[in-house]
Structures are given as C-alpha cells and as structure tokens.
C-alpha cells in the first residue's frame, strides 16, 4: 500500500474529498447529500489518509480526538433542538434566519446545525475505529 | 397548634439530613462531646412534634405538603395524627438520648462522625416513614431505612459477620420493601388515591375488591420481613453485629416496629376481614413463642434481648391483627412500653460490655456495688417488661389480657401463647437485669466501675420515663394512648387502664404470668441446656436457609450466564441469526400469509439485467473465494451493485450512502482481518458449514419473502404525500430524505447518532483491549497479579 505514487496523492485525494464531504454535506437540504453521506465520505478520507501516510498525520491533522469530534457533534445536534425552546415551539423545530451577506442570501437553519452535528458524530466514530484499527501495536 | 407553617414541619423532617451532614465535620471538631450538639436535632424535633399533641388529642389530623410530581399525582406530603405522633415522639425522644449514648459508647473510635452520620440518615427516614402521606414518599423512606440499617450493621465492616449480617438484613427487608410497593400499587390501582389520608375512605372498597388478598399478602411481606416475623426473623438476631447503639435504637425501638407501624395505619382499610384476623394473630404468636424460645437459648446479653425483641413484635403484629378496640389499645400501650424497657435494657447490656468487657451472662455476676445507677436503669427496664406494677409494661400486659380473655377455644389458645410469651419474657428481663448484678462478684475481661453520664443517661431516662407515663395513665392515654388506638381504629377510642390493679381474669393471668416467670427464672440453666439440645437436634433454621438461598441463586446466575454467554463469538452470531431468521419467516408461517410469487418482469432494460448479473457474481465470488480477504472484497462489489440498483429505481441518496457504507464496511473488514491474524482461508468442518449455510439462507430467503410481502400490499401514500407536499413549505428543503432525517423526524436522529457514538466508543474500547483475558476472580483486589495484600495495605 506504501507505493510513492499512493503517498505523495493521498493528501491531495484526501482534502479533496474531505471539501467534497462539506459540499455535499450543505447542499444536502435540497439536492441529494446531507450529514450522513457527508460523515461518511470525509470518515473514509480519512481511512485512506491513514493507509498512506500512517496514523500519526491524520491524528495531527484533525487535532482533536476522533471521539472528542463525535461526542462535539451529538452535543450540537442536541443543542440544536434545543435552540426551539427559546422560540416557545416544540424540541426540534426547525427555525430559520435569512441574513444577506454581500448581497446573497444565505438561509440558516437550526437544521442546519442538526445536520452538521450528525456529520460529526458520524466522522468521529467510523474514523476513530479505523485509525484505531490501522495503527499497528506499539506494545 | 396548626399555626406551626407546613414549612416548619418540612424543615423539622429534614433536620436529621442537615446533620447528618454536619456530623464528620462536627466530630472532627469536638471528638465525643459532639453528641451534645448532635443530640439537639432531635430534641428540637421532639418539641416541634409535641406541639401537635394538643390539637391531636383533641382528635385532630394535621396534613401538609406540597406537589412532588404533579403529572403523576405524587406529592411530598405528611400526615400528623394519633400513630404518627406517638411514633415521632419515640423516635425523636429516643433519637436524642441514642445520640448521646453512641457518643460515650464509640469514644475515641475514628468513625465516630461516620457513625452520627448514618444514625442521623437513619432518623430522618424512619421519621420519614411514620410521617408520610403519600405511598411513593413512604416506600422511599421505608427502603432509606433498609439502606441505613445496612450501613449501620455492616458499620465494622472489617468483620465478616457484620458484613453477612448487613447484607442478610437488606435482601431480607428490602426484598419486603419491593413487597409493600407492589402491595401499595395494588392498593392505588384498585382505590385510585395514593395518600393515606385519603385512603382511610376506601375501606369498604378495598376489603371487596377481587384484588385484596394479594394487595394484603404483598403489604404484609413488607411488614412482617421488616418486622422480623417468624419464618423471617432471622436478620435480626444476626443484626446483633451491629454496635450496641444501633441495637438499642434500630433493632428494638424503632426501625423493626416499622412493620408494625404499617399494619396499624392500614388496620381501618384492610382489617376487620377473616384473612387478616387469620394471618396475623397465627404469624404474631408463632414468632412471640418461636422468639422466646430462641432466647432461652442465648446466653449473650444482646442476643437475648434481640429474640425478645423478635417475639415483642409477634405479640404487637399478634394484637393488631385481632382487631378489638382492647387488643389495639393493648398494642398501643406494649408498643410504647417494649421501645422504653426494650431501648433501655440493650443500653444497659451495651453498659455492661462497655465496662466489664463482656456480654456473656455466664461470665457475669456481682457487678451492683461497682455500676449502681446501670444497676437501676436495669431494674426499671426488667421490671416495665416483666409487666410488674408501676411500670408503664404492667398497664400494657393487663390490657393484653383483657383483651384475650374469652372462652373459646380460639381465644384460649392466644391466651395461653401470650402467657407462656410474657413468662418467657419476664425470664429474659431478669435474667438480663439481675444476673449480671447480683451474686458474688465474677472477675470480668476489664475492671467494672460505673460508666460515664453519657452512657447511662438514656436507659435512666426511659426508665423513669416508663414509670412516669404509668403512675400519670390519665395523662399519657390522653396525649398518647387514646389518639393512637384512635388512629389505629378508624373511630374514636379511649384508654382507661390505669396502675390500680382491679380484679378479674386479667389480673389472674398475671400473676400466673408472673408465677411460671419466676418457676422457668430458677430452671434458666436447665431450659437454655434443653433449648441448645433441642436445635441441634433440629440442626436447620431459617438462617442457613438463607445461606441455601443465597448460593442456589449465585449457581443459577452462573448456569444461567454459561448458557446464554459461552463466549463463542459463533455461537452468539447463529442465535442472532436464528432469531432474525425466525421473526422474517414465523410470522408469515403462523398466520399463512406467503407473498406469490413475483412474475418475471416484461419491460426489463438491458443496464438493469446487468445489475442483477454483478450481484449474483458477487454472490459467487463470495462463496468461492479462496481466502478472506477476496471474500470481502467480493461482498464489497454486491453491495456496490444493491447500490447501483437504488440509484437506477430514484432513491439517489440511498444509494450515496450505500456506496459510501460499503467502501468503510470493506476497508475496515480488511483492517479488522489483518488485526485478528487469523488463517488467511477459513476452513470448516462440513457439518459446520451446513449449519451455516442453512442459517444464511434463512435469513436471506426470510428477508426476501419480507420484501415481497411488503411490496405486495396497497402501497398507502399518506406519509409521502404529506412530506412530499410539506417538506418545501414548512420545512424549506427540496430533498424530501434529507428534511426526514433532520427536521420531520429529527429527534429519531439524534436516538441514532447518539447510538452510531455508543456503538463507536464501544468498538474502540474492545480494539484497545491489549491485557490478558480477564476473569471474576480479578475484581478482588486481593487476588489481582501483582497487588497483593502484602503490598496494598499495611501490616498493622
């Protein structure tokens, strides 16, 4: 798997994919996509990042603990339903804001949030269990 | 005296918490002497409660409290009447002088804040308990007690005895605890009210439900574990591990008559029926005979007064349940009486310990010159219980026997249980007061002299205190003896006796009491001989039984965990599968709902046949594969080929995923596969693959057949309908999959990530299991590799 060729790609095919991930992720509300998918495309970048280069880089690259990333998502996503109580409507509404930024509107959600909360928790835990799976026993 | 706030009454309840919690620290501070200020908590409840006993002897009920949990009708509230009182007072009173006693008796013990701590919890729960209104507040309460008790048997937790006699006593009276809530749900659901208050209304309802014998039973395993009756009476003689304190205060004054406290409040809703004149008078007088009899037998101080203790309460269970206006005022007065004399004597046994070094009777004698006020203390307490006049125990054993008194056989033999219990009890009273004093003087383990105010403070007190309430009996029935039996009764009742014998049957009984007493006192020798013969011959009892109980439930468990947790990764995989299997395929079998069969499809395009074709090579390469790692990359290319399929019938998102699931899912097989170091090809024996491959085509074929069936109904489009239509406008997103998972069903979502997170910590804890198999025995710190005892602690 250490082939030249695979290494010197990898970081390359890896932020590649990983923008490709948030891309998909954010159009998810109207085109096919959303939080899963996106988790799951950005989770296997990083797979193939660490088949190339090791697990170390990867762990220095997201700088936090895989699990930490997860644990961080679940927590937004539930925030997120939680943000509805301070509108008076039921957990887990959906509530819109449409700032104009530069002359373009971008409409956010608290579903939004929800949906990046998911993209977390789905990053953390598939790549946690792979890097854990890919490092070799120090021991 | 209603002016006194709900507040007020809220803060007094949890006045034993608060110090309870200020104990350690307190203790730190003032060593011993802390039990002066710790005794001052239940003093102030004491006088907090006495002035209710204006308004309660006037016949007055004060309720208070407030909503706990209103969506389910819970609510923190108190009821203050005749029985509630009467117990309050007790606890309370006792309470204070029990403070102060532990503090002369456990000076210089470097748990001594613990201990306060705990006795204090203790105190607030069991007031908790007598004070309650509602059934949910007293079931917490009634278990926080249990909870207490064992922390406070098990207070030498060094000791293995005290240790088995803690966990004995909360299996046995916390098993009964989920009794009496079973029993009170019952009595809630056929009632409809969960306050005692208001139940007192029901009782016509209740007793003709088809449900009250099992609400009865179910309260009465409560009770009577609680209270120690007979076959269960076991834990509390072993309780006897505990320190004299908490034998005095729990084991004989107050927690144990929680069980009898219970009957009683319950006596107006589910006595005066044919099953509770039955079972209580039959379990009451088995144990105040079974308990007497075991008492001979003891020749430790305490363990002497413990069996007492236990047949007290037969004989208080024994009266509640004959239901008569005279047994229930009788019951009243020895419930009084027993936790005056009963409290007092294990104070005084404790005494004896404290300063001759032992409790054993046999090895004591002469002690009334060195100890005189313990000796008078003693006296007052043997005289109350051996129901000799002026003690507050002579009004309640003539009341008793008023009460008995008849001539029908049924009568008669109740009679004569209760003569030969109070005989014995008479025989224990004396021998437990006098012995240890009179005759020559016996060399003791530590010089006797007398012991500090501290200790014998509370025994004196409750022994004036028992002869102060009888010679003023128009005083105490007013206050107490009147409002409780009224409680008790459900109607209004007065107590008269007083400490002026009259003549008649009752007072004939006594003195044959008081006859066979002093007969069976001269034999003790040759009846404690006869006991000890007579159990070894028996050679059983309910305590070993306990013991069977015990280890015939661990060799369950474990039976029960080989058999459902071999450790066979295979094993636990065929069952899940079996299962699956069976709930696709059973329901269909049972209710002979088969899909037909599909009909090969007219318009079927090229691209899709196709398809279908990688699949099924898929499938092949699955099987032929000759080693793993083929195989799950064959797995690999039929999952990309369902996901072409979604793609191919409009379900684009599914089919994302599909691609994406099934690239992690053969990526991390792989590194799951390089991890385990297994054979590279798998090799099975052929029995082993048939079984195998039967289970997989169960599961397959199952889901298919699912699939089809569920293909085969009217689709109903309401749902895709409705989000088809809503999900732009409420929603504002195009993609109707996506608005489901975020928004319409957003909260199922979270339950999912929340699993993904779980499922994720999980994996990542067994791929970082590194040790070597772990076993049972490495929970003990003793036995773990490396850390023995020798290291861990130090050799003191």
Not at chain 1, 64 to 93: E, Q, T
Request: overall charge neutral; charged content about 10%.
């Amino acid at each position: 798997m250490r082939t030249v060729i695979f290494r010197s790609i990898a970081p390359y095919l890896t932020s590649l994919m990983v923008l490709f991930s948030i891309f998909v992720l954010l159009r998810g509300h109207n085109e096919p996509g959303g939080g899963f998918i996106g988790g799951l495309i950005a989770a296997s970048a990083l797979a193939i990042y660490g088949i190339a280069c090791g697990v170390a880089p990867v762990r220095r690259a997201i700088y936090f603990h895989p699990m930490a990333i997860a644990a961080f998502g679940l927590f937004m996503s539930a925030m997120a339903g939680v943000l509805s109580v301070f509108a008076s409507v039921p957990y887990m509404s959906g509530l819109w804001i449409y700032p104009v930024l530069f002359g373009v509107e971008i409409p956010l959600s608290s579903v939004l949030v929800f949906d990046v909360g998911v993209y977390l928790v789905v990053v953390g835990a598939i790549s946690s269990i792979a890097l854990a799976l890919e490092e070799r026993d120090r021991d | 005296m209603s002016a006194s706030a709900p507040g007020t009454t809220f803060i007094v309840l949890m006045l034993p918490f608060l110090a309870a919690l200020i104990a350690p620290w307190l203790t730190r501070r003032l060593g011993h002497n802390a039990a002066w200020a710790l005794a001052l908590a239940p003093a102030a409840i004491f006088i907090h409660f006495l002035g209710f006993s204006a308004e309660v002897a006037g016949g007055g009920i004060v309720t208070g409290g407030f909503q706990w949990v209103p969506s389910y009708n819970v609510s923190f509230s108190w009821l203050i009447d005749g029985l509630s009182l009467t117990f309050a007072l007790l606890i309370s009173g006792i309470g204070a002088l029990i403070i102060l006693y532990s503090g002369g008796y456990l000076k210089g013990h470097d748990q001594l804040g613990r201990f306060f701590s705990f006795m204090l919890l203790f105190m607030g729960a069991m007031l908790g308990v007598v004070i309650s209104d509602s059934f949910l507040m007293l079931f917490v309460y009634w278990e926080l007690t249990s909870i207490t008790s064992f922390l406070l048997i098990g207070f030498d937790h060094s000791r293995e005895a005290s240790r088995r006699a803690a966990i004995q006593a909360l299996v046995v009276t916390g098993g009964g605890g989920l009794a009496l809530l079973a029993g009170l749900l019952v009595i809630w659901n056929i009632t409809g009210v969960s306050q005692v208050s208001l139940l007192l209304n029901y009782g016509d309802e209740l007793r003709g439900s088809p449900f009250y014998l099992l609400a009865l039973l179910l309260v009465l395993g409560g009770a009577f574990s609680k209270s120690a009756q007979f076959p269960l009476h076991f834990w509390l003689p072993n309780a006897m591990e505990a320190p004299t304190p908490v034998s005095a205060y729990l084991h004989s004054a107050t927690m144990v008559k929680a069980g009898v406290y219970l009957l009683m409040r319950l006596n107006p809703v589910l006595g005066d029926t044919v099953w509770w004149e039955t079972i209580l008078p039959v379990f009451g007088g088995a144990t105040l005979i079974v308990g007497t009899l075991l008492a001979i037998r003891q020749t430790d101080l305490k363990l002497m007064l413990a069996y007492t203790t236990v047949s007290s309460l037969g004989l208080l269970v024994m009266l509640t349940g004959f239901g008569s206006d005279y047994a229930i005022s009788a019951a009243v007065l020895y419930l009084v009486a027993h936790s005056l004399f009963k409290g007092g004597l294990f104070m005084v046994a404790g005494l004896i310990d404290h300063e001759a070094g032992t409790r054993d009777v046999t090895k004591l004698g002469g002690l009334r010159k060195a100890m005189p006020v313990t000796f008078v203390a003693a006296l007052a307490a043997a005289i109350s219980m051996a129901g000799l006049p002026p003690f507050l125990g002579f009004l309640a054993k003539e009341e008793i026997y008023y009460a008995l008194w008849a001539t029908d056989p049924w009568s008669l033999a109740f009679v004569a249980v209760a003569v030969v219990g109070n005989g014995l009890m008479f025989v224990i009273g004396f021998a437990v007061a006098l012995k240890p004093f009179l005759g020559p003087k016996v060399k003791t383990p530590k010089h006797a002299h007398e012991g500090p105010v501290l200790l014998w403070l509370g025994p004196l007190t409750l022994g004036v205190a028992a002869l102060v309430a009888a010679l003023i009996s128009p005083v105490t029935h007013r206050f107490i003896s009147s409002p409780m039996a009224s409680a008790i009764a459900g109607q209004p009742e007065t107590v008269t006796i007083s400490v002026i014998p009259h003549m008649g049957p009752a007072l004939i009984l006594s003195l044959v009491t008081i006859a066979f007493g002093v007969i069976a006192y001269r034999m003790l020798d040759r009846l404690r001989a006869g006991m000890a013969w007579l159990l070894a011959a028996i050679g059983w009892g309910p305590d070993r039984g306990f013991d069977q109980f015990i280890s015939g439930a661990v060799r369950l468990s474990v039976a029960v965990t080989r058999l459902v947790q071999p450790g066979r990764l295979d094993i636990y995989m065929t069952v899940t599968f079996l299962m699956i299997a069976a709930a696709l395929i059973g329901p269909m079998a049972w209710y002979g709902e088969w899909p037909a069969m599909p009909v090969w499809p007219e318009d079927a395009q090229f691209h899709e046949l196709v398809v279908a074709a990688i699949v099924l090579i898929g499938l092949v390469a699955v099987i032929y594969a000759r080693d793993r790692l083929t195989a799950i990359v064959s797995l690999g290319i039929q999952g990309f080929a369902v996901a072409l399929i979604f793609m191919l019938f409009g379900a684009p998102d599914l089919s994302f995923t599909q691609f994406m699931v099934e690239t992690l899912a053969v990526v991390i097989l792989a590194l799951v596969m390089t991890r385990l170091k297994l054979h590279a090809s798998d090799h099975r024996p052929t029995l082993q693959k048939v079984v195998d491959m039967s289970v997989a085509i169960a599961c397959g074929g199952g889901f298919m057949l699912y699939l089809m069936a569920v293909t085969q109904q009217p689709f109903n489009t309401a749902l895709s309908d409705f989000f088809a239509a809503y999900s732009k406008i409420v929603a504002h997103g195009a993609n109707v999959v996506n608005v489901i998972i975020v928004d319409f069903r957003g909260t199922d979502t979270l339950g999912e990530i929340a699993v993904v997170m779980v499922t994720g910590l999980a994996i990542l804890s067994l791929i970082r299991i590194r040790t070597p198999r772990a076993t049972v025995a490495d929970n003990d710190p003793d036995r773990r590799p490396g850390k023995g005892p020798a290291q861990g602690r130090e050799v003191s």
